[in-house]
């Protein structure tokens, strides 16, 4: 019990180094950005990439219900497992569209900015 207070305290204090680290933080800011660019680049591929795990996690569940029917406690366990991956996955998904939909909004807001900051001719009226 002491050695788990221990080790918490210790990744408690390392992530907080690593948090007000200025070199980290930038580090993990242009990961971050470049993490965004490449989702915007290839977002079809993470459509099939999704896809693709959901099917193989049903196709999985099916095999292991079909192997494990007789024995009841197992499979709860198994679809208890089965549904935490699911939920796991579709919140991967959910912020990789949210980090597209983030990198859109950036875009628009830069293309809103510099239609707002276009100057503008102004016509004088003359008498």
């Given at each position: 019990?002491?050695?788990?207070?221990?080790?918490?305290?210790?990744?408690?204090?390392?992530?907080?180094?690593?948090?007000?680290?200025?070199?980290?933080?930038?580090?993990?800011?242009?990961?971050?950005?470049?993490?965004?660019?490449?989702i915007?680049?290839?977002?079809?591929?993470?459509?099939?990439?999704?896809?693709?795990?959901?099917?193989?996690?049903?196709?999985?569940?099916?095999?292991?219900?079909?192997?494990?029917?007789?024995?009841?406690?197992?499979?709860?366990?198994?679809i208890?497992?089965?549904?935490?991956?699911?939920?796991?996955?579709?919140?991967?998904?959910?912020?990789?569209?949210?980090?597209?939909?983030?990198?859109?909004?950036?875009?628009?807001?830069?293309?809103?900015?510099?239609?707002?900051?276009?100057?503008?001719?102004?016509?004088?009226?003359?008498?």
């Open positions: 019990m002491i050695n788990l207070i221990i080790v918490n305290s210790f990744l408690f204090i390392i992530a907080i180094i690593l948090i007000f680290n200025k070199h980290f933080l930038k580090t993990l800011d242009k990961t971050c950005n470049n993490t965004r660019i490449f915007h680049k290839n977002e079809s591929f993470f459509t099939i990439l999704f896809l693709f795990f959901f099917f193989i996690q049903q196709f999985i569940l099916v095999i292991l219900v079909f192997y494990f029917k007789t024995n009841l406690n197992l499979l709860q366990v198994i208890s497992i089965f549904a935490l991956i699911v939920i796991t996955t579709a919140s991967l998904q959910k912020i990789i569209l949210d980090v597209r939909i983030r990198y859109f909004r950036e875009k628009v807001d830069i293309l809103i900015n510099l239609i707002h900051n276009i100057p503008r001719k102004h016509k004088s009226k003359s008498s």
